[in-house]
T-cell receptor, first 110, second 115 residues
Framework: GDSVTQMEGPVTLSEEAFLTINCTYT??????LFWYVQYPGEGLQLLLK?????DKGSNKGFEATYRKETTSFHLEKGSVQVSDSAVYFC?????????FGAGTRLTVKP | EPEVTQTPSHQVTQMGQEVILRCVPI?????FYWYRQILGQKVEFLVS????????KSEIFDDQFSVERPDGSNFTLKIRSTKLEDSAMYFC?????????????FGPGTRLTVL
């Protein structure tokens, strides 16, 4: 079945460092791809999405490009802030339900 | 901005008891979902619901689970006889019909602790 694999954490960075969190997917169809973020003690919030190949989703300085040839949707940010500390989930939607990756915990230190 | 709400935020129950987790989806949404996240693990799909019936469910969603939309605003998940392994964070989500149907909007979750 459809699945998502994302890099294991935790990831610890200094403020203003460059962030990459890798995500690859397996799907039989043409899924939409998402990144959700979970701040401490809170629920899942949509960070960005892309619905077709070569689409780039972006929000709050984060970007991810839907790469069909490599079945990837890596999350990047040029300069992270302490407030970006959270767990990041890559997900896909094919048909009706969402499939989530295991989550990557990011800690940004001042 | 409209948002999905869930009550209670934390529920503690004894093994074997029934629990009902409540969700109020965004008002013009017609697709509803439940997910769970066992502590430290990935978010897992449980069930989707549309037009007053279950449209898809995972292998986790066995006979102990049921969902209901008792009125025009609430969407509930019932666990008939809780087990220790049901302890998890349960997230409700909703999505619109038409427009951006891809995106599911999640509530803040209910933390269920089974003792």
């Amino acid at each position: 079945g459809d699945s998502v694999t994302q890099m294991e954490g935790p990831v610890t960075l200094s403020e203003e460092a460059f962030l990459t969190i890798n995500c690859t997917y397996t799907a039989t169809g043409y899924p939409s791809l998402f990144w959700y973020v979970q701040y401490p003690g809170e629920g899942l919030q949509l960070l960005l999405k892309a619905t077709k190949a070569d689409d780039k989703g972006s929000n709050k300085g984060f970007e991810a490009t839907y790469r069909k040839e490599t079945t990837s949707f890596h999350l990047e940010k040029g300069s992270v802030q302490v407030s970006d500390s959270a767990v990041y989930f890559c997900a896909l939607r094919d048909n009706n339900d969402m499939r989530f990756g295991a989550g990557t915990r990011l800690t940004v230190k001042p | 901005e409209p948002e999905v709400t869930q009550t209670p935020s934390h529920q503690v129950t004894q093994m074997g008891q029934e629990v009902i987790l409540r969700c109020v989806p965004i008002s013009n949404h017609l697709y509803f979902y439940w997910y769970r996240q066992i502590l430290g693990q990935k978010v897992e799909f449980l069930v989707s619901f549309y037009n007053n019936e279950i449209s898809e469910k995972s292998e986790i969603f066995d006979d102990q689970f049921s969902v209901e939309r008792p009125d025009g605003s609430n969407f509930t998940l019932k666990i008939r006889s809780t087990k220790l392994e049901d302890s998890a964070m349960y997230f409700c989500a909703s999505a619109p019909v038409g427009g951006d149907t891809d995106t599911q909007y999640f509530g803040p979750g209910t933390r269920l602790t089974v003792l």
